[in-house]
Nanobody
Framework: QVQLVESGGDLVQPGGSLRLSCTAS????????IGWFRQVLGKEREGVSC????????NYADSVTGRFTISRDNAKNTGYLQMNSLKSEDTAVYYC??????????????????WGQGTQVTVSS
């Protein structure tokens, strides 16, 4: 059974940091790129970042470039999203997802095969 489980979401003050984790099971993690998306209620799910299967290629949305860092540990079947300098507009449910490769459409939701259930990140004072 394929599973992606996110963790690490929390309430944090503006300017603070969080690290999200995405633990995978039921498929060969090291063969898949991992993406992070976020969604605010009533809005489209937005691509945040993607990392290639080997971890050598990374993509970021303009809104998070310089503040967020994506990484992975294939030995632990886990992906990470380090989020620094958080802003109120980063508040959302964050999802991880798996795809064959990041590619030029890494930010497109339909490119991904497997999804987690999401973790809430709230940035507020």
């Amino acid at each position: 059974q394929v599973q992606l489980v996110e963790s690490g979401g929390d309430l944090v003050q503006p300017g603070g940091s969080l690290r999200l984790s995405c633990t995978a099971s039921g498929f060969t993690f090291e063969h898949y790129a991992i993406g992070w998306f976020r969604q605010v209620l009533g809005k489209e799910r937005e691509g945040v970042s993607c990392i290639s299967s080997g971890g050598t290629s990374r993509n970021y949305a303009d809104s998070v470039t310089g503040r967020f860092t994506i990484s992975r540990d294939n030995a632990k079947n886990t992906g990470y999203l380090q989020m620094n300098s958080l802003k109120s507009e980063d508040t959302a449910v964050y999802y991880c997802a798996a795809t064959i490769g990041c590619g030029s459409r890494w930010w497109v939701r339909s490119e991904y095969d497997y999804w987690g259930q999401g973790t809430q990140v709230t940035v507020s004072s």
